[in-house]
Nanobody, 115 residues
Framework: QVQLVESGGGLVQPGGSLRLSCAVS????????MGWYRQAPGKERELVAA???????NYVDSVKGRFTISRDYAKKMVYLHMNNLKPEDTAVYYC?????????WGQGTQVTVSS
């Protein structure tokens, strides 16, 4: 049984930073690529950052230079470090495999960027 649990969201002012964490249970972690996704109100869920099993990373253009995805194999964790946050980053953030598995979605963690 695979379970993904996100945490670390919150309310932050524009220009601020947050670190999101994703705890991964099950045997998928060391083998598969993982990703952070987000869904803003009224918008489709999008992949914002991805990391392969070997550690190669990829980002959507809107977060390049501001977000960093990383993974800790020993702790079975995936992180998303977010700097210089903007109001348009407001969304619920989820982790999942990349490409995602519909049955792996967790509750997500809310990130709100507002002054």
């Amino acid at each position: 049984q695979v379970q993904l649990v996100e945490s670390g969201g919150g309310l932050v002012q524009p220009g601020g930073s947050l670190r999101l964490s994703c705890a991964v249970s099950g045997s998928i972690f060391s083998v598969y690529a993982m990703g952070w996704y987000r869904q803003a109100p009224g918008k489709e869920r999008e992949l914002v950052a991805a990391i392969s099993g070997s550690g190669a990373t990829n980002y959507v253009d809107s977060v390049k230079g501001r977000f960093t995805i990383s993974r800790d194999y020993a702790k079975k964790m995936v992180y998303l470090h977010m700097n210089n946050l903007k109001p348009e980053d407001t969304a619920v953030y989820y982790c999942n495999r990349n490409p995602y598995r519909p049955d792996y979605w967790g509750q997500g963690t809310q990130v709100t960027v507002s002054s």
